[in-house]
């Protein structure tokens, strides 16, 4: 899942923790790999194809370079996958339906307030209201 503002908080207050070591550097090592945002890098691609292997090809890939260079890859897989564009579009939309609704009944609710108002004004201001007032009190 990772750190959210992890890497600007380093780049601010710890410049030097952030290095982009050469392959050589990493001989002999043993290195965790957040298995998650290779998989779905993978995936999604970049050659526009329709192959539903290429993540494992590209995992494949990852691993004979990393063999090469004779390094050892822990791969950790932590946290769910997430969203497609499809499912958080969804998403979005039925909140927005959600929202929608609420207005819309609080619309409803006001309009019967409004309706009501409108009803009692009316009595009040009717000739039959107005001949039972004293003259005085006419207008």
Do not use: W, Y
């Not at 959210?4 to 923790?17: E, K, N, S, Y």
């Not at 993540?55 to 897989?77: E, K, N, P, S």
């Not at 009692?120 to 107005?130: E, G, P, Y």
């Amino acid at each position: 899942m990772g750190v959210r503002g992890l890497m600007p908080l380093l780049a601010r207050f710890a410049p030097r923790a952030i290095s982009m070591p050469d392959a050589k550097d990493l001989r002999g090592l043993a290195l965790a790999v957040d298995s998650n945002i290779f998989v779905h890098r993978f995936l999604k691609g970049t050659d526009g194809g329709s192959d539903d292997k290429r993540h494992l090809r590209g995992m494949q890939r990852l691993v004979a370079h990393a063999r090469a260079l004779d390094t050892t890859l822990l791969f950790v897989f932590d946290g769910e996958a997430p969203a497609s564009g499809k499912e958080a579009e969804l998403e979005k939309r039925q909140a927005e339906r959600a929202r929608t609704k609420r207005e819309l009944d609080a619309e409803k609710a006001r309009a019967q307030r409004i309706g009501s108002m409108a009803a009692i004004s009316a009595r009040l201001l009717s000739d039959d209201a107005v001949g039972d007032m004293p003259s005085e009190e006419r207008v």
